[in-house]
């Protein structure tokens, strides 16, 4: 049986990159899949990817940093489809500089795509996850959240928040049944990480892997299909790194 079989699940960032293999996961184990993302094109073509495989998925066009969407879109899933079991927060906007040349905007923005946008999708979760059913929510987090790299130093700051609020929010909501986790993946050669990294900086991080390689997407869409199945009902509180050891490298 389908590992997802009759959820429901609300996907930020899910047109492209990680979010876009998560939404192909889920689908593919069962799941319907509302997939929210500030570009049309990404969230329409996932969504009809995931149609064309014989999955059930909606696209929502929406930026994620003004609750109102967050929450009109999850509205919009549950009366079409009666539920919502999991709410995945991989919306992200990112870059590296150094730190006198942050700007106020670059703050606001990466900060509130990346982090506040998580109190919408747990809002979400809120309104709609029964205690009956319980639920899951899955924040991301990364490797930059526990070393200290140059250039990172807003994007650090940032993951680093989302560990301590993965860990409130599965305090507060554990009573109901919902679980909330965080994966922090590796080096993922994703088309918006690529912008940021070339591939001389992919292979000094291959090289610093014990496995000896980087990660897919597709495996931390795998991760988070597992977060979300009975597989991993007694898991909460976590940051779960999925970087094929690089942290515990140091690399």
């Known amino acids: 049986m389908a590992r997802l079989a009759g959820q429901v699940a609300f996907i930020t960032g899910g047109g492209r990159g990680i979010g876009r293999a998560i939404g192909l996961a889920f689908a593919a184990e069962g799941a319907v899949v509302g997939i929210a993302d500030i ?21 929502f066009v929406i930026d994620v940093s003004h609750r109102e969407a967050v929450l009109d879109a999850s509205d919009r899933l549950v009366s079409e489809f009666g539920r919502l079991d999991a709410v995945v927060n991989s919306a992200i906007v990112f870059r590296y500089e150094p730190v006198g040349a942050i700007t106020e905007e670059t703050w606001n923005r990466m900060t509130s795509v990346g982090l506040k946008s998580l109190i919408w999708g747990a809002q979400a979760a809120d309104r709609h996850m029964v205690a009956e059913r319980g639920g899951v929510i899955i924040n991301f987090s990364s490797p930059t959240a526990d070393r200290g790299h140059s250039g990172t130093a807003v994007y650090s700051a ?17 009573p109901r049944g919902i679980r909330v986790n965080a994966i922090s993946p590796g080096a993922i050669p994703t088309p918006g990480a690529r912008a940021l990294v070339d591939d001389a900086g992919y292979e000094m991080r291959r090289k610093k892997s014990p496995l000896g390689r980087l990660g897919t997407a597709e495996e931390i869409g795998e991760a988070a299909v597992f977060l979300a199945s009975s597989a991993g009902a007694f898991i909460t509180g976590e940051v779960w790194h999925v970087d094929g050891g690089a942290t515990i490298m140091g690399g």
């Not at 570009?39 to 909606?58: L, N, P, Y």
């Not at 940032?158 to 554990?174: D, I, N, P, S, W």
């Open 39 to 59: 570009d049309r094109a990404s969230a329409e073509a996932t969504a009809a990817d995931i149609a064309k495989a014989g999955g059930v998925a909606r696209a």
């Open 158 to 174: 940032m993951k680093g928040a989302v560990g301590a609020l993965t860990r409130a929010l599965a305090v507060e909501f554990g």
